[in-house]
């Protein structure tokens, strides 16, 4: 419950941040906005290419899910 409800309040920063942006005026306060997993909420090991945390980004590396990148093994 806890980190649907962190999606929902960034979405809405991210979106204030864009309705500035659009109109010319910088948002008040831009620090606030932070990037957060799209599948589960998670702020820490963000990766910004694949808008997704580092260990949803495994998961889905891993069944293949992403184009381009496969598991590396040695």
Do not use: D, H
């Amino acid at each position: 419950m806890a980190r649907t409800a962190l999606k929902v309040k960034t979405a809405r920063k991210q979106q204030e941040v864009a309705k500035a942006i659009e109109a010319n005026k910088p948002p008040k306060f831009p620090t606030r906005c932070y990037n957060r997993c799209k599948l589960c909420g998670r702020k820490g090991g963000y990766m910004r290419k694949f808008e997704v945390c580092r260990i949803c980004f495994r998961e889905l590396a891993s069944e293949g899910k992403i184009t381009g990148i496969k598991k590396s093994s040695w």
